[in-house]
């Protein structure tokens, strides 16, 4: 039987090729926590499941260390069990578990090595694996042509990034701002075809306070903005403010929440306005969590981002890519980690599903397609010597 024999997570820390700045944070590693979850015994225990946690204090309140934490405490309860058996009941018992303890980014991790391993196991996708679970009028294969939106974080290089994404034929730009200032200048500084010619999202990172976020509000949707993101910081009242502010705004600009989207309470804050949900599965609990939290949008706002993180690696990227065969998204991101990240942990083992390279230069507009039907699992593979060098703290769970 395919029993659960081990679970290893590996605390990394590998440099970016390129430096990446927002208001909360300037990236010049990427820090996760890799997973590794093997079987004991049986045909199928040449199979490994994998995940990735990425914490984020100013997301979920979480640290490289507390995710190692949490797993010797929490994840052990996987040891010993039968992953013949269907996990999703366990797993959906501990998700609603960690909105009372916390755990979110560790939860989202150990998540997604569960569902890599079961897919494998069980000798099935998993989109029409995960599809049955999904909101019944969500077909389990849409057609492929989700958008990509290009991240530009803040500093020197914006210019030349914005302008190297326009030419690769990307029609969603994403911009990290931090004053109006700082927008101001740089809209100035961008030749018109290039501003007339992109579908632009501003994303704040909770930089403002109210009346400056609306004072940032007005301008940008007079300037031709589609989205702002979290424009607000978070604070008592904040999610009030965001939600009067979106009833303000309604029809003139969109408003998109991610610090402020973390947790089920945080979902059911949102439900009866117009904000659209940043979901990431990093930070939002997975599969899991990413099927919980598409179960209670509302048929009027059916609108999600499909969000990335910095530096999240192939592992994230096909993650997301199975989202896409479960739901449309309004947006899609992603960090393009095996272009950004110094060394790549994780290898594509799958034929058939575009690399973000491929993806970058395909003449035709940008788009995401999900994995395969024919993709058992995630369709990557750890490169153990990676993770190793890039190694801060290693932790190993045995039956």
């Known amino acids: 039987m395919p029993i659960i024999n081990t679970i290893e997570a590996w605390f990394v820390d590998i440099p970016l090729r390129i430096g990446f700045a927002h208001s909360n944070k300037h990236h010049k590693t990427h820090q996760a926590v890799l997973l590794r979850i093997g079987l004991a015994s049986g045909p199928e225990r040449s199979f490994y499941g994998y995940g990735e946690s990425i914490p984020r204090s100013y997301l979920t309140g979480e640290t490289p260390e507390t995710v190692l934490e949490w797993l010797r405490t929490h994840g052990s309860q996987w040891l010993g069990i039968d992953l013949s058996q269907d996990p999703r009941p366990a797993l959906k018992a501990q998700f609603d578990r960690v909105q009372q303890i916390g755990g979110l ?53 914006q210019l030349p990034m914005i302008v190297g994404f326009y030419v690769l034929g990307f029609k969603h730009v994403k911009i990290k701002v931090s004053t109006l200032d700082q927008w101001q200048t740089l809209m100035k500084q961008i030749p018109e075809p290039i501003r007339s010619g992109i579908r632009w999202i501003l994303d704040a990172n909770g930089a403002f306070e109210v009346d400056d976020g609306r004072a940032f509000l007005t301008q940008a949707a007079q300037s031709g903005i589609e989205a702002v993101e979290e424009p607000l910081k978070k604070g008592q009242t904040s999610y009030q403010d965001v939600a009067k502010l979106c009833s303000e705004f309604q029809g003139k600009i969109r408003i998109i929440v991610d610090e402020h989207f973390c947790t089920i309470d945080d979902a059911q804050r949102w439900q009866g306005t117009s904000v659209i949900r940043n979901l990431r599965l990093a930070k939002n609990g997975g599969f899991t969590g990413a099927l919980a939290h598409l179960s209670l949008l509302e048929d009027q706002n059916p609108h999600i981002m499909l969000g990335a993180l910095v530096g999240e690696t192939p592992l994230l990227e096909a993650a997301t890519r199975v989202m896409v065969g479960l739901t449309t998204p309004l947006y899609t991101e992603s960090s393009f980690g095996s272009l950004i990240l110094r060394d790549t942990p994780f290898k594509r083992l799958q034929q058939g599903w575009r690399s973000s390279l491929k993806d970058l230069t395909n003449p035709l507009p940008n788009v995401l397609f999900p994995l395969e039907q024919g993709c058992r699992g995630l369709g990557v593979t750890m490169e153990e010597e990676v993770v190793k060098k890039y190694q801060v703290k290693y932790l190993r769970l045995a039956a």
């Open 105 to 157: 980014a560790a939860f989202s991790g150990l998540d997604l090595a569960i569902h890599d391993l079961w897919s494998k196991i069980v000798d099935q996708d998993l989109v029409s694996l995960l599809g049955s679970s999904s909101k019944p009028e969500a077909p389990p294969h849409p057609l492929p042509g989700n958008p990509l939106s290009g991240p530009v974080g803040l500093g020197p290089k």
